[in-house]
């Protein structure tokens, strides 16, 4: 397991805007807690676990983005953090009307996303496939190409975002040396 330590980053009113690196599983006890200056925080679906008092008194945070599922959360994890706003995205679970005592929203971005951290991105019995996640209701296509240096986009699918997100497989990738997707809206 990887950690933030407990207290790592207690009172270092410097930090603005914090992006988790994909390698932490954990957010020890206080391990922001007095970020007075802490704006957002980016945190990957890798976070399992976030402790007691993480972001203790982080009076300037208002949002803070859940790439993945609901994580366990310690005792007062957000406590006294009170204009925080808990955002997730489409397609992700166990989230509910607030975290940590914090209330919780969509995290709806401005452009599609392909989630490729997640276990159902890849190489399937039936196609390659991956969740598309944006906004609720709207339509995407995804284009395929198979040369980068000279791309000639293709569409491959349209999928509806029922819910906020979609999963999309392509059955004909194995008849390509190389398929690479881009996403639009129609």
């Known amino acids: 397991m990887i950690s933030i330590g407990d207290a790592a980053f207690t009172g270092c009113t410097g930090l603005t ?3 988790i690196p994909n390698s ?5 006890v206080a391990a922001f807690n007095l970020c007075t200056s802490l704006a957002s925080v980016t945190i990957p679906n890798s976070v399992t676990s976030i402790e007691q008092n993480a972001f203790y008194l982080c009076t300037s945070l208002t949002g803070v983005y859940f790439e993945g599922n609901h994580p366990s ?3 007062n994890a957000f406590l006294d953090a009170n204009k925080a706003t808990i955002y997730y995205l489409p397609a992700t679970t166990g989230w509910g009307l607030t975290f940590a005592y914090r209330p919780t929203a969509l995290w709806l971005r401005p452009n599609p996303l392909i989630l490729n951290k997640d276990p159902s991105f890849g190489a399937r019995t039936n196609g390659f496939g991956f969740i598309i ?3 609720t209701n709207l339509s995407v296509v995804v284009e395929a190409c198979t040369n980068l240096a000279n791309p000639i986009w293709s569409p491959v699918g349209t999928n509806t975002l029922t819910g906020g997100s979609s999963y999309f497989s392509d059955p004909q990738w194995t008849d390509h040396p190389g398929r690479f997707y881009r996403l639009r809206s129609p």
């Not at 932490?24 to 020890?28: M, N, S, W």
């Open 17 to 19: 805007n914090v992006m």
């Open 24 to 28: 932490v599983t954990r957010l020890g």
């Open 73 to 75: 959360e310690g005792l």
């Open 133 to 135: 996640s944006w906004a």
